[in-house]
C-alpha cells in the first residue's frame, strides 16, 4: 500500500507557471505507475499526465500538451507536474494517483486502473 500527499499547489496568474509534487510513502520506489488527475467544480475527473514505472513513457491529455511535464524521481519517491503557460481553464483541485503496474514502461489512462489517490491540492488561474 502507498500513501501519497501532493504539495505546490496556489493562485497564479495566467500564463503564469506552478509545480505540483507528490510524495509517496509505504511500499514505493518504482512499483507503481503514476498519474496527475483534476477535477474542476461540476466537472469529473479527467488524467491530465501519465508516466510509467521508469519514467521513460509519458502521456499528456491534449488539453495541455506542450504545456505541462510530468517526471519522477524514484530514489526519492516523488513525482513532479510542472505546469507552465497556465489558463483559467486549468483551474481544479490536483490529485495523484498511483497504479500497480507490472510493466516498467506501462501507462495507465483511466481513472479505474489507480489504486491510490493523494488528497489534492487546489490549483486557480487567474484571468
Known amino acids: 500500500q502507498v500513501q501519497l500527499e501532493e504539495s505546490g499547489g496556489g493562485l497564479v496568474q495566467a500564463g503564469g507557471s506552478l509545480s505540483l509534487s507528490c510524495a509517496a510513502s509505504?511500499?514505493?520506489?518504482?512499483?507503481?505507475?503514476m498519474g496527475w488527475f483534476r477535477q474542476a467544480p461540476g466537472k469529473e475527473r479527467e488524467l491530465v499526465a501519465a508516466?510509467?514505472?521508469?519514467?521513460?513513457?509519458?502521456y499528456y491529455a491534449d488539453s495541455v500538451k506542450g504545456r505541462f511535464t510530468i517526471s519522477r524521481d524514484n530514489a526519492k519517491n516523488t513525482v513532479a507536474l510542472q505546469m507552465n503557460s497556465l489558463k483559467p481553464a486549468d483551474t481544479a483541485v490536483y490529485y495523484c494517483?498511483?497504479?500497480?503496474?507490472?510493466?516498467?514502461?506501462?501507462?495507465?489512462?483511466?481513472?479505474?486502473?489507480?489504486?491510490?489517490w493523494g488528497q489534492g491540492t487546489q490549483v486557480t488561474v487567474s484571468s
Open positions: 494517483a498511483a497504479a500497480s503496474q507490472l510493466s516498467v514502461y506501462g501507462l495507465v489512462i483511466t481513472t479505474q486502473g489507480y489504486d491510490y
Open positions: 509505504g511500499r514505493t520506489g518504482s512499483s507503481y505507475a
Open positions: 508516466i510509467s514505472r521508469s519514467g521513460s513513457n509519458t
